[in-house]
């Protein structure tokens, strides 16, 4: 049973900065890339960041690049997500996802495990 477990949402002024976290259980972590995504209110999910099985290759939607930073840890089995420059259109609900391929993955259909989400919200 492969589990991921997002945590570190909140609330947070407009310029501050979130680190999210995402364990994974259940599988070989490192031999997979990983993903955040994000849904926001009245609006479909869309890609956010992605990181490859060795976090030597990162890929970012145009929204956070420069902002946000994905990275993993394997000796741990978490995928975090450093958030800086919040803005209030970052606000919605994020979710961590696990790909069955080792590459870079940006499209939702390749991602086949994925968390229960953790809420992310940025007060103007």
């Known amino acids: 049973q492969v589990q991921l477990v997002e945590s570190g949402g909140g609330l947070v002024q407009a310029g501050g900065s979130l680190r999210l976290s995402c364990a994974v259980s259940?599988?070989?972590?490192?031999?997979?890339?990983m993903g955040w995504f994000r849904q926001a209110p009245g609006k479909e999910r869309e890609f956010v960041a992605a990181?490859?099985?060795?976090?030597?290759?990162?890929y970012y939607a145009d929204s956070v690049k420069g902002r946000f930073t994905i990275s993993r840890d394997n000796a741990k089995n978490t995928v975090y997500l450093q958030m800086n420059s919040l803005k209030p259109e970052d606000t919605a609900v994020y979710y961590c996802?696990?790909?069955?391929?080792?590459?870079?993955?940006?499209?939702?259909?390749?991602?086949?495990?994925w968390g229960q989400g953790t809420q992310v919200t940025v007060s103007s």
């Open positions: 996802a696990g790909s069955r391929l080792a590459g870079v993955q940006t499209y939702e259909p390749n991602y086949k495990y």
């Open positions: 259940g599988r070989t972590f490192s031999s997979y890339a």
């Open positions: 990181i490859n099985w060795s976090g030597g290759n990162t």
